[in-house]
């Protein structure tokens, strides 16, 4: 964990070794000035020696001003190093999220990916500024102060003793029982951005089924819940304050009683004792700095753990050793395929609309190159995994998927992506304006291409009504256009690839179905040596297909035209009856 974390200061190194040289500098300068103090006082106020006072005056003029440059240096090269690593942490943890496979993004739910980018990274920013400033002030300061006081007078240095004993007990006691409360506050936070993140998320279903009460009400309880364990774990570390304040003044009074024996028996000089009590002061500092240390350090350990574990996380999906950087046609086989997906843990959140029963057994298919494929099935058949793999979003447990082919296990993976566009259940737009998301299917892509695809969509129907047409701006998911509009717009933003392979995974559940059947034929017309794969509960969206794939429960039930499913499958008959009866518009088989 150490190691992968120190990997990421990188360009910071300077700044992150500079910061403790100067700190150090710094500390060497207050040393001296105590010790500048006691002889200003000594040989300059008490013997009335002006040229001493002037003498020492400015020598500790000179100490201070000294120390404060390097003090401000210091806090410099710490804030930059730690900003730096911060931004170096967020940045890898980032790019390693993007080279995730769909398996790697399944046992990290979306709100623990966020905490640990937001508050675990902040986190371990403090303590690593604390690391390079605090951590190398403080005990340099309290030897250095330990090392003067022995100097002045050593009998009186064993009174540190029992304040060391004092103080190591307590810390030890608060630093064994806040750790493990630390640990659970910062899993709690994972809990309370999820239901944040779910809440904003389906705020029109809250509103629309006046559930506010009780989503404010599952917040408080997350909300809390955390509160508990941060006013748990509070408790025990504000008994250090009262505890260093106990030891601070209780030394002060004890130095301050021995010393006066001291000088009134001439072993130790006014001086002297003032010099010893700064010094006391500042080793008492030093040890409370030092208990402040180990509880951020309690704090960010959790943290650094949950960071490295995203970074040290291995994509279970790579390129190969020799990759295929051409796909020849839109072919695609499966010899006998199982795919179930992997084990997770009971903290982690599943992968959206799959459950036990979505998996794919014994799979066998050949589709040529420009069929157009429909697939039926109940909810939970496997139809998304069954395309999934296609784009290989997920690898196989048995058997092999083929595009052009070849295994897809053998292709680039930018190259085989580029090949087959996806427009999955859960249409998704980025904020910016139509263009902007167009172009994520082309980066140089024209107005006239984007204007070509959104007719082949029938995305221009709604756009030229649009005061600003195409440089209409979209919010971050497309909130403020319908799911139809989006839908389209993403089926427009797929063609502009121009895919050997098509895939809609429902893609058009929100149309009507003239738009639908408008879709399907401008799709048929345009890119005929395009293999469309179109998932769909609607009988009347697939019908036309050159042959229809109906899955049950993960197994392939039947594969054959229109026609002949009617008087050869008792599934597809069954969805078929029922929809036609019911008007055809049914988007579940009843």
């Known amino acids: 964990m150490l190691k992968t974390l120190a990997s990421q200061i990188r360009q910071y190194k300077a700044a992150t070794v500079l910061s403790p040289l100067c700190i150090s500098m710094e500390v060497i300068l207050e040393i001296m000035i105590p010790f500048i103090i006691a002889r200003l006082i000594d040989q300059g106020i008490e013997a009335g020696n002006m040229q001493a006072i002037w003498k020492y005056g400015m020598l500790m003029l000179l100490s201070a001003f000294a120390s404060l440059i390097f003090g401000t240096l210091s806090a410099r ?19 390693k999220i993007q080279d995730y496979s769909f398996s790697n993004i399944d046992k990290f739910s979306p709100s623990g990916l966020i905490t640990r980018m937001t508050t675990d990274v902040t986190n371990i920013q403090n303590a690593f500024m604390m690391l390079i400033r605090i951590a190398v002030r403080a005990p340099l300061m309290m030897i250095s102060s330990l090392v003067m006081c022995l100097i002045i007078n050593r009998r009186m240095s064993l009174i540190f003793l029992v304040a060391l004993v004092i103080l190591s007990a307590a810390l030890s006691y608060i630093i064994s029982h806040a750790t493990k409360t630390f640990s659970e506050v910062f899993r709690k936070y994972d809990d309370l951005n999820e239901s944040v993140r779910e809440n904003v998320s ?32 509070e408790k025990l570390i504000i008994m250090n304050m009262p505890v260093m304040n106990l030891v601070v003044y209780g030394c002060i ?41 180990f509880v951020m350090l309690t704090m960010s350990a959790a943290s650094a753990r949950r960071v490295a574990e995203v970074i040290n996380e291995t994509p279970d999906i790579v390129n190969p050793e020799a990759p295929v950087f ?5 072919r695609i086989d499966f010899e006998d395929v199982d795919f179930a997906y992997a084990a997770r843990t009971q903290d982690r959140e599943e992968p959206e609309d799959t459950g036990l029963l979505d998996t794919l057994h014994d799979i066998t298919l050949h589709i040529a190159s420009g069929e157009t494929i429909g697939i039926i099935g109940a909810t939970g058949s496997g139809k ?69 695809v959104c007719r082949l969509a029938c995305a221009d129907e709604f756009i030229d009504q649009m005061p600003d047409r ?13 799911g139809g509009q989006r839908q ?72 054959a035209s229109h026609e002949e499913l009617l008087h050869h499958n008792d599934i597809y008959t069954d969805i078929y009856e029922t929809q036609m009866q019911a008007g055809g518009d049914f988007d579940e088989p009843q």
Not at 77 to 95: K, Y
Not at 212 to 224: Q, T, V, Y
Not at 488 to 517: F, G, N, Q, V, W
Not at 538 to 547: A, E, P, Y
């Open 77 to 95: 090269f710490a804030s930059a190093a730690s900003t730096g690593f911060a931004c170096n942490l967020r940045d890898t943890m980032f790019s």
């Open 202 to 233: 389906a705020i029109r279903v809250v509103k629309a089924f006046v559930r506010e009460d009780f989503e404010n009400e599952k917040f408080r309880a997350a909300a809390e819940n955390l509160y508990r364990l941060f006013v748990k774990a």
């Open 253 to 293: 009074i004890a130095i301050a009683w021995f010393g006066a024996h001291h000088i009134v028996a001439g072993d130790m000089t006014t001086g002297d004792l003032t010099s010893f009590l700064s010094y006391v002061m500042s080793v008492l500092m030093s040890l409370m700095m030092l208990s402040m240390i």
């Open 326 to 330: 051409a796909v020849a046609d839109g």
């Open 384 to 452: 998304s995994s069954l395309v999934s793999l296609v784009s290989r979003l997920y690898d196989p447990n048995k058997g092999s998927v083929k595009v052009g082919g070849r295994d897809v296990r053998e292709y680039d993976l930018k190259t085989l992506r580029d090949a087959v566009s996806v427009v999955l259940q859960k249409n998704v737009l980025f904020s910016g304006t139509i263009l902007d998301n167009l172009r994520w299917g082309k980066e140089d892509a024209t107005l006239e291409e984007c204007e070509r």
């Open 470 to 482: 195409y440089e209409t701006q979209i919010e971050a998911g497309g909130t403020n256009i319908s």
């Open 488 to 559: 389209r717009l993403c089926i427009a933003r797929a063609l502009m690839k121009e895919p050997k392979i098509l895939i809609l995974d429902d893609s058009t559940s929100a149309c009507d179905t003239a738009t639908d059947a408008s879709i399907r034929r401008a799709l048929a017309d345009h890119i005929p040596g395009t293999t469309k794969l179109i998932i769909s509960q609607r009988v009347s969206s697939i019908m036309g297909c050159d042959r229809i794939l109906v899955l049950d429960e993960g197994r392939v039930a039947a594969f």
